[in-house]
């Protein structure tokens, strides 16, 4: 079984940086896709970013060059890195991991005011 518990959010203004964790637990596999996805209040749950175990990365076109995703394969551990933040990035943040089905976090909240 996976768990995968996210910390790091908070509030901040706009322009502000945050980093977000992802600790992940159980039968975890470095060649594994991780990835955060957010979900802002009325809307869909989105990507955000994703990264392979070999370390390949994909990015939301609205989170290019402000955001960066990275993992520590060793300690089972996804980050995000959240510069220059905007009010439209608020909303709650998931963590993904994908085997043969995906497993979620329970999310963490990012609030950006401006």
């Known amino acids: 079984q996976v768990q995968l518990v996210e910390s790091g959010g908070g509030l901040v203004q706009d322009g502000g940086s945050l980093r977000l964790s992802c600790a992940a637990s159980g039968s975890i596999s470095s060649m594994y896709v991780m990835g955060w996805h957010r979900q802002a209040p009325g809307k869909q749950r989105e990507l955000v970013a994703t990264i392979t175990g070999s370390g390949s990365t994909i990015y939301a076109d609205s989170v290019k060059g402000r955001f960066t995703v990275s993992r520590d394969n060793a300690k089972n551990t996804l980050f995000l890195q959240m510069n220059s933040l905007k009010p439209e990035d608020t909303g709650v943040y998931y963590c993904?991991?994908?085997?043969?089905?995906?497993?979620w976090g329970k999310g963490t909240q990012v609030t950006v005011s401006s």
């Open positions: 993904r991991l994908t085997t043969y089905k995906d497993y």
